[in-house]
């Protein structure tokens, strides 16, 4: 039985509880006293009820006692089954150790990490198990730290936050009683990572909105996350349009289904029809079995269509279709094939000026354009620049396991100043490499070593050398060089690009460009 007596902090009353449980002859199990609260705690054998009520009085006659009623546990019980309980169900394996180095708890997920029994574990020293890290020289040290380090043990690889313990004397003075690790192994840290990303991504609290402008395109997101209708998001490129995408996704009663990103403008129009509606068997030499396509892998999700502008008219037919109904036939299959999905396009082009050349279906177009967002420019909203900043320098810092730099004002009033035609994705790019290349704790202009830039003229480069002829085909090189694992044919490039077959076979052998020396 426990008690729980609610007294006045008097010299001596402890004496007269103890005093009282002598006289019936009971057995003290344990005794523990709260004087910031007021309370005492004994423990003792179960008694029978008329020496119960005997006690009780007796107790409650004490002077200086106010109340006395019965409690499951002593307040140590209680601490010991709650972090008994805790260390039973953390994911994490955590190992207790003494200033020794010898084991003296251990949880269930560390034995599971390492594949040990607990009696193998406890009480050895861990000093003779770990290679990386010397733990009896951390223990002997003038100034025991926390450290996070990697390290084995039994051969498996962890990272672990090794925390010393100190326990305080009645002067105040600490002194290490030993030390606390946190085991984290590689695959635990790999699942984690995954669900942070994804949570990060997949919301709209990844979107950092201080301008107006960007808090109005959230405000519409969040209202348009809601519903099923097609979404079309329209922006240049590096603005995120598939964050945002992302985020609508995440926001809506699909979030816990799948989204698949295509992009468009990466797959000739062949491919990308396999791609999203998939084929039946012996559509194909050597496909003696069918394929889903994208839009039937993400049934009751969300399909991402990225530069839905590079569609070709075939492809935009079948896409309204599906858009109408949500069914399809797959390549060279007669049955039809009905999904529920919800379709998210972007666009960098102007999609009513290719209405207008008889490149892009009006009545896709108004099909899409239904829910429109439009993503600002990162130079139109500038408000947005320094936040954006700060949070990339503080992620890529995280990663390289660094304090974060500090932006001078210079540095801050450079990137809210530079257009950056490149967009947030530009900005990012910058950042992180002025991050990893950084010495010191200061970031300023100079590390982030952009070019010059105007909106009229586009990048001045200061160090430019040669004619303007070599200038053109380097531009041309890099062109073809990055088109061509979309279009691996002088064909496909020449349709694409509006020259004649002969003209771009010319090109591409000039420049070298073929499927050996470019990876497809």
Known sequence: M??????????????????????????????EVDPLLGRMYVAFPGIDFEKFQELMAKIRRIPGVDDVKTTSFLPSEREHNELSTLLKTLPDGVIAIDTKANVTIINDAALQALSVASEDILG?????????????????????LAQTRRFEIHGKRFIADVLPVMVPDDSGHETLAGAVINLKSESRLGEQMVVFKKGDQESFNSLHANSNVMRKVVREAKKMAQLDAPILIMGETGTGKELLARACHGGSGRAGKPFLAVNIAAMPDNVAESELFGYGPNAFPG?????????????????????????????????LRFLQDGSFRRIADENEVRVDVRVICTTQKDLPGLVQEGKFREDLYYRLNVLTLALPPLR????????????????????LGRKAPRMTETCAQFVQQYPWPGNVRQLENALYRAVTLLEGYELDKEQLQLPSYTNDFGYL???FDGTLDEAVKRFEANLLRKLFPAYPSSRQLAKKLGLSHTAVANKLREYGINRKSVKI
């Open 124 to 144: 050895q020293s861990l000093a003779n198990m770990v290679k990386g890290f010397n733990f009896l020289r951390w223990l002997e040290s003038d100034d025991v």
């Open 287 to 319: 496909t003696a079995e069918g394929k889903k396509g994208i839009f039937e892998q993400a049934n009751k999700g969300t399909v991402f269509l990225d530069e839905v502008g590079e569609m070709s008219r075939e492809l935009q037919t079948k896409l």
């Open 2 to 31: 426990r008690l729980e007596i609610h007294c006045q902090d008097r010299v001596g009353i402890a004496q007269e509880v103890l005093n009282i449980l002598v006289h019936y002859q009971i057995d003290l199990r344990g005794i």
């Open 461 to 463: 480069e200061k160090d």
């Open 380 to 399: 139109e909203r500038k408000q947005d620049i320094v936040p954006l900043s700060e949070y990339f320098i503080s992620r890529f810092s995280a990663r």
